[in-house]
């Protein structure tokens, strides 16, 4: 039940914080976002999801880089900005759950 909470509340966070709605608190929002990645990782996915989830996973990962990129480097516009700030939000979430879930995965095929 907490992993499915932690990917619900962090999704959330990570869109204020792209929304820029955290004000002064940016910095903390964001160790929580990433926090919150970490748990997602540890307690949200098991070794029989690690699969689609590294999968899923490393695509978003991909795709938001690779978006907020492209994005960044076309004109500017409050639109495009406030999607390359939620992109990158997304990125502090999801890469260390990704990671996680990578690192479990492979000792999980060591121990085998």
């Known amino acids: 039940m ?4 932690s990917f ?3 999704l959330l966070l990570a ?3 792209g929304v820029g709605l955290t004000g002064p608190y ?3 929002m964001n160790w929580a976002v990433f926090l919150l990645g970490i748990v ?12 689609a989830f590294l999968t899923s ?5 991909l795709v938001s880089y690779l978006g907020a990129n492209v994005l960044g480097e076309a004109a500017g516009g409050l639109g495009i900005d406030l999607l390359v700030s ?8 999801f890469v260390p759950a990704t990671i996680v879930v990578a690192v479990r995965a492979v ?6």
């Open 57 to 61: 996973g490393t695509v978003l990962v």
């Open 8 to 10: 619900l509340v962090g």
């Open 26 to 28: 940016a910095a903390q």
């Open 107 to 112: 000792f999980g095929l060591a121990r085998n």
């Open 2 to 5: 907490l992993g499915s909470w």
């Open 15 to 17: 869109i204020l914080l």
């Open 86 to 93: 939620v992109l990158n939000s997304v990125l502090v979430l």
């Open 40 to 51: 997602i990782g540890l307690l949200n996915i098991t070794s029989s999801e690690a699969s």
